[in-house]
């Protein structure tokens, strides 16, 4: 399984930005899927997840009500839209593939991981 994600950028505080993360090889429904992040200096540390179906997410306190995270599994695609951004949102966003069809936020519960895009908020 190999995960490339992509739509990182520039944006001003209050802005949007959608980043996307195209799956190949597997069985893209047959698991759940998670986005991440890690800024300069600190630890990498969970954004937002979704189960196979598309019946969960989860959601890092700090982002929820501003981060939806979806998922295309006829396009073998998974989303992070990230609405109203803020300095602190700025990281290298990761996503990855859990290792069953309903995953969380821990780190463990993920084995693929993608090559990371970088978000950068400021004005």
């Known amino acids: 399984v190999q995960l490339q994600a992509s739509g990182g950028g520039l944006a001003q505080p209050g802005g949007s930005l959608r980043l996307s993360c195209a799956v190949s090889?597997?069985?893209?429904?047959?698991?759940?899927m998670g986005w991440f992040r890690q800024a300069p200096g600190k630890e990498r540390e969970s954004v937002a997840a979704i189960d196979w179906s598309s019946q969960f997410t989860y959601y890092r306190d700090s982002v929820q009500g501003r981060f939806t995270i979806s998922r295309d599994n006829a396009e073998n695609t998974v989303y992070l839209q990230m609405n109203n951004l803020k300095p602190e949102d700025t990281a290298v966003y990761y996503c990855a593939k859990g290792r069953s069809r309903r995953t969380r936020l821990r780190t463990t519960e993920y084995d693929v991981w993608g090559q990371g895009t970088q978000v950068t908020v400021s004005s």
């Open positions: 090889g597997g069985t893209f429904s047959n698991f759940g």
